[in-house]
């Protein structure tokens, strides 16, 4: 029997791709755009994750936050992509671009296992097309008890632009500081197996209620 759609919450500019949708789709993902302004209703149990699309409009949020405060506190889920400039909340703070952009400073180290990038090879983050910096140029300053998963350059536990956050008050961020996560790979392979993994990863969230073997 195949497994039912998971259906996801994906908030950017503009509606959600055909391709994106088709990709998905092979993971038994479907994705429902959102506006800012839905978040004043959405309930975890329809969505269990929220998506911000890197190209998201950030002020828009900020107008929402007290939708985002109220989807988190339910236990909700919400995956950032790309670079604040303008915060919905006060624990998440402004991009910081790498000091130097070359190869040494581009390249991704991973800090902790995460299950979003099981069998995902650190190289596959750092390099695109053969070039570097695709998947990230700097980083959204973590939160006090925030775990970095993924770090920039050669102190990359001083750049991590990837990193999980358990809020104390209920709910969980998963940051990440770059392009969506969807489009950073050239292999469809690489990029099934990112959804995959954001599947399973979901669905332990909203079964169990936890991020079950979220980071070890």
Do not use: C
């Not at 919450?9 to 088709?22: E, H, K, N, R, W």
């Amino acid at each position: 029997m195949n497994p039912s759609y998971l259906m996801l919450g994906l908030i950017q500019d503009g509606p959600v791709s055909g391709s994106l949708q088709q990709e998905a789709s092979a993971a038994f993902i479907g994705f429902d755009a959102l506006q800012p302004d839905d978040l004043n209703w959405v309930n975890v149990t329809d969505w269990p994750a929220v998506i911000i699309g890197s190209h998201a409009d950030q002020i828009a949020l900020v107008r929402q936050r007290a939708g985002l405060v109220r989807y988190l506190n339910q236990g909700g889920l919400v995956i950032w992509n790309g670079a604040i400039a303008h915060s919905p909340l006060p624990e998440l703070l402004p991009f910081v671009p790498m000091p130097v952009r070359t190869l040494a400073y581009l390249t991704v180290t991973q800090l902790k296992v995460h299950p979003l990038f099981s069998q995902v090879p650190a190289e596959a983050l750092t390099y695109r097309k053969g070039v570097a910096g695709f998947w990230g140029r700097g980083h959204n300053p973590p939160p006090p008890g925030a775990t970095p998963v993924n770090g920039l350059g050669p102190q990359p536990e001083e750049h991590p632009v990837d990193w999980y956050w358990a809020r104390p008050q209920g709910g969980a961020f998963f940051m990440h500081a770059g392009n969506d996560l969807f489009t950073f790979a050239d292999s469809t392979e690489l990029r099934h197996t990112v959804l995959e993994n954001l599947r399973n990863w979901v669905l332990a969230h909203h079964n169990e209620g936890r991020l079950e073997g979220e980071i070890s």
